[in-house]
Antibody, heavy 118, light 108 residues
Framework: EGQLVESGGGLIQPGGSLRLSCAVS????????MIWVRQAPGKGLEWVSIIYSDSRTYYADSVKGRFTVSRDNSRNTLFLQMNSLRAEDTAVYYC????????????WGQGTMVAVSS | SYVLTQPPSVSVAPGKTARITCGGNNIGTKSVHWYQQKPGQAPVVVIY???DRPSGVPERFSGSNSGNTATLTISWVEAGDEADYYC???????????FGGGTKLTVL
């Protein structure tokens, strides 16, 4: 089924930048639809971004222009570059997989915490 | 943008049936998925494409989707079903993925 392991989270000041990584094993990142979903403390799930198998990318309005999703096919790894971070970006960030846009998200990582605070 | 509306909480006694709704404009025309999330854990899909159940999910979990409402039904509720439940769709008109606000299921 595959395994996803996120890393790169931490405490960052407002306005700062952070890059999250998601190391994938068991399936090929470039052949799947890879998603980032976040969850603020005590809140619900929020879709952040997706990269299609054909490299198209889409973003939630709340992060568009500040976050960039990418992948390294040679390392089978997904990334989320987060710039101009705000307090409201504080959340656990999950990477996950879909096999098609209308399919369920069937594989999830364990999540990495990002805290934006001065 | 497309919006999914769930009740914040549902409470049910053990052995009874819990129904969690997910409202959205013409949601019956979309592929709806339901996720269960327990504290400190990543979500897990329990129903996909409105009514399909992944292997390993008890038959007590079922789903329906029609008109403007999708419903997750949990029969013979057990204490272990206590969790947050989220519905999710792909809004193809905007290429946005949408989650409902989540419903906390409490087993009394």
């Amino acid at each position: 089924e595959g395994q996803l392991v996120e890393s790169g989270g931490g405490l960052i000041q407002p306005g700062g930048s952070l890059r999250l990584s998601c190391a994938v094993s068991g399936f090929i990142v470039s052949r799947n639809y890879m998603i980032w979903v976040r969850q603020a403390p005590g809140k619900g799930l929020e879709w952040v971004s997706i990269i299609y198998s054909d490299s198209r990318t889409y973003y939630a309005d709340s992060v568009k222009g500040r976050f960039t999703v990418s992948r390294d096919n040679s390392r089978n790894t997904l990334f989320l570059q987060m710039n101009s971070l705000r307090a409201e970006d504080t959340a656990v960030y999950y990477c996950a997989r879909q096999e098609a846009p209308s399919d369920p998200i069937d594989v999830w990582g364990q999540g990495t915490m990002v805290a934006v605070s001065s | 943008s497309y919006v999914l509306t769930q009740p914040p909480s549902v409470s049910v006694a053990p052995g009874k049936t819990a129904r969690i709704t997910c409202g959205g404009n013409n949601i019956g025309t979309k592929s709806v998925h339901w996720y269960q999330q327990k504290p400190g854990q990543a979500p897990v899909v329990v129903i996909y494409f409105g009514s399909d159940r992944p292997s390993g999910v008890p038959e007590r979990f079922s789903g329906s989707n029609s008109g403007n409402t999708a419903t997750l039904t949990i029969s013979w509720v057990e204490a272990g079903d206590e969790a947050d439940y989220y519905c999710q769709v792909w809004d193809s008109s905007s290429d946005h993925w949408v989650f409902g606000g989540g419903t906390k299921l409490t087993v009394l």
